[in-house]
């Protein structure tokens, strides 16, 4: 099950990156209660396995988000510019995710062929 999601994140991983351009060590599928996301110093992003139910727009928020976090580790304004630079509208989106707690999530996730 998680093999769907992992290849959604990814694609998207991969389309965001050709911006940022980071350095991945690994991304992982996870259960996690209270986080979409993380970040590790070394290179490695983790991802709720219920982020596959939300729409579109927020699994993009996710990804851009803990993709900056490689490179600021932080949410200083140098970290929301980066997200700035391929999600504008970061704040409305952020606003809209905190209104959906994983955990409250039923899960059934989409396809990614």
């Keep these: ?8 994140v990814e694609h998207r991983i991969d389309l965001y990156n050709k911006h940022y351009q980071c350095d991945l060590n690994d991304i992982k599928i996870k259960r996690m209660k209270s986080r979409w ?4 110093r ?3 992003l983790n991802f709720n ?3 596959g139910t939300l729409p ?3 699994i993009d928020y996710i990804v851009v988000h803990e993709l900056c976090h490689l490179k600021e580790m932080n949410h200083s304004r140098n ?5 700035a630079e391929t ?4 704040k409305n989106r952020r606003r809209e995710l905190r209104q959906v707690t994983p ?5 059934s996730p989409k396809k990614f062929d």
Excluded: Q
């Excluded at 099950?1 to 959604?8: A, K, V």
């Excluded at 970290?79 to 997200?83: A, D, Q, R």
């Design 79 to 83: 970290f929301w510019k980066l997200v």
């Design 49 to 51: 396995a219920r982020i």
């Design 37 to 40: 996301g993380s970040c590790s």
């Design 87 to 90: 999600i504008p509208d970061h």
């Design 103 to 107: 955990h409250t999530l039923k899960y």
């Design 42 to 44: 070394k290179g490695n």
């Design 56 to 58: 579109d727009h927020l």
């Design 1 to 8: 099950m998680h093999e769907n999601i992992l290849r959604l």
